[in-house]
C-alpha cells in the first residue's frame, strides 16, 4: 500500500513538473511569436521606401532584422515539439494561434519522378487476394540534386587523303576563353557568384574545392576578367540604350573599398530605363558604373563601361 501511494506521490511531481514545462515552452513561444510579427510588419515598411537616400541609409539596418527574423522562425521551429526526434507530430495549443505561409503548389516547369509504392497482394484483415484498386494518394516532395560537373571531350578526328596526301581536320571548338577550359556554364556560374551573390572568389575556390575540382583563386580572377573583357561590347549597347532614353532613373549605393591601410566608400551608380508605365515601345534595362568616390569620375574602362576593381568586396 506504501509503495502505491508513493508512485501516485512520483507520478503528481512528475505531471506538475511537466506542467510548469509546459507553460515556460508556451510562453517563449507566444513572445517570440510576437517579435517575429513585429519584425515582418518593420522589414514591411522598410521595403515600401525603395528609392532615396533614407532608403539607403536603411539598407544595413533591412538586412539586420531580416537576419534577426531569420533566427528567430529557427528556434522557434527548433523549439517545436513536432520536430524532436521519436515524437509523433501533433497540433499544440501554440500551433494554432501561428501563421504559417500557405504552401503554394510547386511548378508545374519541374520534371516529377514518380516512385509507386507496392501494394499489398492480399487484405491484410481477411487474407483474401480479390483486391480491386479505388485509386491512389500522391504526396509530392521537393528535392534537389547536386550540381555535377563534366569533362567535355571534343574529339577532332584527322584524315589523309590517298590521292593528294593532304590531311583534313575539323576545326577546333568555339571556347568564351581563349586557350581556355572552363565552359560558357561554368564561367556564368561564377560570374553570377561574385556579382549578383556577392561571393568572392576565394569562397567560390573552396566551395570547388569541397566538390573536388581544384580550381586556384588567381584562375578564377584569370576568367573574370578575360569574361568582362569578352561582354564588354554587349555593355557598351546596354549602355548607349540606357543613356539615350527620354526619362532616365539614376541612383547610387555605397560600397565599402579596401585602400591602403583603411577602406573607402566607393560608389555603385545605376542607371534605369523604363518606359513602359508611359506606353513606351522601348525594352527597360538598368546599367552600372563603379566610381571610387562620389564625383562619378571614369577610373578604367571594361567592365559596366568601368573596370570594376578586385578590390570591391
Sequence with gaps: ??????????????LAASEVARQEAERRATGAEAMVAHLKLLIAKMRQDRFGASSERGRRLLEQL???????????????????????????????GRQRPARRPFPA?????????????????CGSSRLAKLGESMTETLEVV??????????????????CESITQPP?????????RAGPWLLSTILTGKFADHLPLNRQSAAF????????????ADWVGASTATLAPLIAQVRAHVLA?????????????????????????????DDRPFGGPAPPAAWFRYSRDRKGELNCPGFCGDRTTREVR
Aim: hydrophobic letters at 40%; glycine letters at 4%.
Design 1 to 14: 500500500m506504501e509503495t502505491a501511494i508513493s508512485e501516485i506521490d512520483h507520478l503528481r511531481v512528475a
Design 66 to 96: 531580416e537576419l534577426e527574423l531569420e533566427d528567430l522562425e529557427t528556434a522557434i521551429a527548433e523549439d517545436d515539439p513536432a520536430n524532436v526526434p521519436g515524437t509523433v507530430a501533433r497540433a499544440s495549443e501554440t500551433d494554432v
Design 109 to 125: 516547369a519541374l520534371p516529377r519522378e514518380r516512385v509507386v509504392i507496392p501494394a499489398p497482394v492480399q487484405c491484410p484483415c
Design 146 to 163: 547536386p550540381r555535377q560537373f563534366r569533362v567535355i571531350q571534343t574529339v577532332r578526328e584527322k584524315f589523309s587523303c590517298r590521292d
Design 172 to 180: 577546333a571548338p568555339f571556347h568564351p576563353i581563349a586557350r581556355g
Design 209 to 220: 574545392a569541397r566538390e573536388g575540382i581544384d580550381l586556384d583563386t588567381s584562375t578564377l
Design 245 to 273: 532614353a527620354q526619362r532616365l532613373h539614376g541612383d547610387d549605393t555605397t560600397v565599402p573599398v579596401l585602400a591602403k591601410s583603411r577602406t573607402v566608400t566607393g560608389r555603385l551608380w545605376t542607371y534605369v530605363r
